[in-house]
């Protein structure tokens, strides 16, 4: 989102596996102890919970979120089917995919939530190139949330319309120098230990 909307920024690594997070000193920034935290020092504004790191980054640069009542709504609402649904899913599905021994009633449940939620994408995906209109915070939400299930082990065979789309945005310019940067700090980190 900040390589869209051209604002300057600086990357800070939490080892999320060695309970970084957790610590006072990022606990002061979010209490809640979760990614992504913003601290926007022009204005002395920390922003928590990915969903309001979006909406406030676009509103700041006045990119990817339209004015428009209509078009900002459905925009709000594909975020938001992100941040309650897709991500949560994912999230857990994530979990217990590597979890041993496997709990397979768990596994199960949260493998076929995402196949479900997937099939909501690649339907509303046969309306437009976009998930709501034209590229938005919505996507940005969605691209990682789609990213990892094909690291994982669910192929988009049955979902070409968001197969399509999934490549769509990793075309972008602002998006490869994101994944850049990330990857570039992980290898970096990696070489670290």
Request: charged share 30%.
């Amino acid at each position: 989102m900040l390589e869209e909307c051209g604002l300057p920024y600086r990357l800070h690594r939490r080892e999320l596996s060695a309970g970084d997070q957790h610590q006072p000193e990022f606990r002061r920034i979010n209490p809640n102890g979760k990614i992504p935290v913003t601290v926007d020092t022009d204005v002395g504004l920390t922003i928590a919970e990915s969903g309001a790191v979006l909406i406030y980054l676009a509103e700041k640069s006045g990119k990817l979120l339209p004015n428009e009542q209509g078009q900002r709504t459905e925009v709000l609402q594909w975020l938001f089917f992100q941040v309650g649904n897709l991500g949560t899913m994912a999230g857990q599905y994530n979990h217990f995919r590597r979890y041993r021994p496997r709990d397979d009633y768990a596994f199960g449940r949260y493998r076929d939530e995402v196949l479900r939620l997937l099939g909501v994408m690649d339907e509303r995906l046969g309306e437009g190139d976009y998930i709501a209109g034209d590229h938005s915070i919505a996507d940005i939400a969605l691209l990682p949330w789609i990213r990892a299930p094909q690291k994982w082990d669910i192929p988009f065979t049955d979902f070409s319309r968001l197969d399509a789309w999934y490549r769509r945005p990793l075309r972008r310019p602002a998006v490869i120098r994101g994944f850049d940067v990330l990857e570039t700090r992980e290898l970096a980190a990696e070489n670290q230990r």
